[in-house]
């Protein structure tokens, strides 16, 4: 069964660092997210995309942040310059949307480590 | 703005006992309602959506808009139960932003 992959697993970076997270979406679909969730707090929405740009972002998706799809597998969360806050799991989801909207498919996560 | 509120973060039980975790949502619209569950070690997953009305693994939820609930149930709990369970609310057709509870871990003894 395809699966949402996410790279790295595990990244621990200084703080002002930049840092890249890394998604391949389930092939076929065409909408994607990132979400990420602090330690014991919910999931978050971070951002939605469609058609090579972004559909959907929350507050918490500031200047610091960005989204690219640079081939056609690869979608990926750029943080600039990376604070303490920014320390949690970064989930990466996809979905074909159509009939099935709101079904996501996760990915494992990363988790970013900011020190 | 829309919000899921889950008040239980662990509910223990022991199996073969009924097992409700409860949701409640805010939204003056018509919202669609999910439950995700995540097993240790796997990764979030679609459980169950109130527009289906289908039981899975025994689960069932029914979206009472009078009450702005949508709670899951399930009338034997088994151990392969336990997990962390997330409801979440979609504001409907057309959007993309999934909003979650902070969830409910649901631990099932023997």
């Known amino acids: 069964e395809p699966e949402v992959t996410q790279t790295p697993s595990h990244q621990v970076t200084q703080m002002g660092q930049e840092v890249i997270l890394r998604c391949v979406p389930i092939?076929?679909?065409?909408?994607f997210y990132w979400y990420r969730q602090i330690l014991g707090q919910k999931v978050e929405f971070l951002v939605s995309f469609y058609n090579n740009e972004i559909s959907e972002k929350s507050e918490i998706f500031d200047d610091q942040f960005s989204v690219e799809r640079p081939d056609g597998s690869n979608f990926t969360l750029k943080i600039r310059s990376t604070k303490l806050e920014d320390s949690a799991m970064y989930f990466c989801?996809?979905?074909?949307?159509?009939?099935?909207?709101?079904?996501?498919?996760f990915g494992e996560g990363s988790r970013l480590t900011v020190l | 703005a829309q919000r899921v509120t889950q008040p239980e973060k662990l509910l223990s039980v022991f199996k073969g006992a009924p097992v409700e975790l409860k949701c409640n949502y805010s939204?003056?619209?018509?919202?669609?309602l999910f439950w995700y569950v995540q097993y240790s070690r796997q990764r979030l997953q679609l459980l169950l959506r109130?527009?289906s009305r289908e039981s899975i693994k025994g689960f069932t939820a029914d979206l009472n808009k009078g009450e702005t609930s949508f709670h899951l149930k399930k009338p034997f709990a088994q151990e392969e139960d336990s997990a962390m369970y997330y409801c979440?609310?979609?504001?409907?057709?057309?959007?993309?932003?999934?909003?979650f509870g902070t969830g409910t871990r649901l631990l099932v003894s023997p």
């Open positions: 979440a609310l979609l504001r409907g057709a057309g959007f993309q932003k999934l909003v």
């Open positions: 109130h527009i």
């Open positions: 939204y003056s619209g018509s919202p669609e």
């Open positions: 989801a996809s979905s074909d949307y159509g009939q099935r909207a709101g079904e996501l498919f």
């Open positions: 092939s076929n679909h065409l909408y």
